[in-house]
């Protein structure tokens, strides 16, 4: 009885000692992992898609969806907040890896690849005060004075109305100081993203604010070519995005096509 006992104890031991082994194998095999390699990723304020919140972090639902797929892609995102122009800039000379941004931009076509995959379409939009009459057409715009926020391009539309000899175009510096330069009469429309403005129309006042749509943008992933991998890691983001949306974790694949735009809306513009 205790020869047998003292057989059943020492296997209990050895047991023990063999899961402790084992654990320390697999802790070991985990801290000898590489790290992920990182990617430095743009980001501007865009809220609700992309912005940086009240701790200085990176937040918004582009933000999220950018962070998922890098990870499942394999490697570590680096958010950096700048604005507009500096993302530009720094997409040309490779500071930064990648933005979440919006398709065709005419100072980027030569300096980026755009993902295949669009999670979301923006709307851009004609903000005004009430009593102003609705955008109905492009001419529309013709003898007025236009709003535009600093840095931004609008897909090419900035050059356009500026080329425009009966366009007035005026700049103001965030989404916010538009809506207030409108209620000022310090402009007729307030050229803007529907996202970030529907985020700040929190004043008892701008309920006098009303819009009219102008045209649907695609969002993606703009990655820039002065890094010699932003081929493959186009590619690695689709895929991953693919995969991601197949678990559920993402928005399905959007088939993608011209979208809404403004009757007289510059076709150019549209491709």
């Known amino acids: 009885m205790g020869t047998r006992w003292h057989r059943f104890a020492w296997r209990k031991v050895l047991l023990a000692c063999w899961a402790a082994v084992l654990v320390l194998c697999v802790a070991g095999a985990r801290a000898e992992e590489p790290p992920r390699p990182v990617l430095k990723v743009a980001y ?56 979440p941004g919006l398709t065709g931009i005419p100072t980027l076509r030569n300096d980026v690849i755009e993902s295949w995959i669009s999670p979301v379409p923006v709307q851009l939009s004609a903000w005004y005060i009430k009593g102003t009459p609705p955008l109905r057409h492009f001419d529309g715009l013709r003898d007025k004075v236009v709003i535009l926020i600093s840095g931004y391009t609008y897909g090419g539309l900035r050059q356009q109305l500026e ?13 916010r100081s538009g809506i207030e330069m409108l209620k000022r009469d310090r402009g007729d429309y307030l050229m803007d993203y529907r996202p970030p403005v529907v985020d700040i129309l929190t004043d008892p006042s701008d309920r006098l604010v009303r819009e009219s749509e102008v045209r649907t943008r695609n969002s993606a992933w703009l990655f820039s070519l002065a890094n010699p991998r932003a081929a493959q890691l186009r590619e690695e983001f689709d895929n991953a995005y693919l995969r991601l949306a197949e678990r559920g974790e993402v928005p399905p694949a959007r088939q993608l096509d011209r979208g809404y735009f403004l009757p007289g809306f510059p076709q150019d513009l549209l491709k």
């Open 44 to 99: 501007t304020e865009f809220p609700p898609m992309e912005f940086r919140n009240a701790d200085g972090e990176p937040d918004g639902i582009y933000i999220e969806m950018t962070r998922k797929v890098a990870e499942e892609a394999g490697y570590e995102p680096e958010f950096i907040h700048l604005p507009v122009g500096r993302i530009y800039l720094y997409l040309k000379n490779g500071t930064v890896d990648l933005w």
């Open 163 to 175: 080329a425009m000899g009966d366009v007035q175009v005026t700049e103001a510096p965030n989404h």
